[in-house]
């Protein structure tokens, strides 16, 4: 089984410009997650999708941040202006059922995003 | 906001020792997984415990949840450099939630 696949591995660009970073989940996985991984940190979510709906933003800095899943499969992330605070590793995550035993995150190997 | 605390931060122990790191949280969660990342990857679940003073072995890794669904021990025996990782401790935050602590970064020398 393919797992979580995530690009680019590695971006780097200039603050204000702008980044998109995709994601395609494990077939068969309604809920998708973006995190964003600081150095030295745990990873934070950002948004969370349930099919093709967004299920929590509450994180998500909607003022530069946007992601997207249109047909309920791969998705994006877009930052539009970067700013330098912004540098971390972004990781997608699916998830198949959300049981109490059964629940289990499939992480990507997430993009690093490093902006100067 | 939900306090968790994961000790100690960073970890730097001889190949061939035992020890232990902790979670804690002054909240009452109804299950807690333990998650393993390596430099360059994504975090991979290690295990999930769900009843209150549960005990859980993975190989030389041992899991226990507190009986007060409190906070959460990792116990890893005779530690090997291929258990060289951040371990993320993350309990269950609603019905398709969880919540991320800091992490504990073990090193192991060989």
């Known amino acids: 089984e393919a797992g979580v696949a995530q690009s680019p591995r590695y971006k780097i660009i200039e603050k204000r410009q702008s980044v998109a970073f995709w994601c395609n989940p494990i077939s068969g996985h309604a809920t998708l997650y973006w995190y964003q991984q600081i150095l030295g940190q745990g990873p934070k979510l950002l948004i969370q999708f349930q099919n093709n709906g967004v299920v929590d933003d509450s994180q998500l800095p909607k003022d530069r941040f946007s992601a997207e899943r249109l047909k309920g499969v791969d998705s994006t992330l877009k930052i539009q202006p970067a700013k330098l605070e912004d540098s971390a590793v972004y990781l997608c995550?699916?998830?198949?059922?959300?049981?109490?035993?059964?629940?289990?995150?499939?992480f990507g190997p997430g993009t690093r995003l490093t902006v100067t | 906001t939900q306090l968790l605390e994961q000790s100690p931060q960073f970890l730097s122990i001889q190949e061939g020792e035992n020890l232990t790191v902790y979670c804690n949280s002054s909240s009452v969660f109804s299950s807690l997984q333990w998650y393993r990342q390596e430099p360059g990857e994504g975090p991979v679940l290690l295990v999930t415990v769900v009843t209150g003073g549960e005990v859980k072995k993975l190989k030389r890794l041992t899991f226990q949840f507190g009986d007060a669904r409190k906070d959460s021990s990792l116990h890893i025996t005779a530690a090997q450099p291929g258990d060289t990782g951040l371990y993320l401790c993350?309990?269950?935050?609603?019905?398709?939630?969880?919540?991320f602590g800091k992490g504990t970064r073990l090193h192991i020398l060989p």
């Open positions: 993350a309990p269950r935050a609603g019905w398709d939630k969880i919540i």
């Open positions: 995550a699916s998830v198949l059922g959300a049981g109490v035993s059964s629940y289990e995150q499939y």
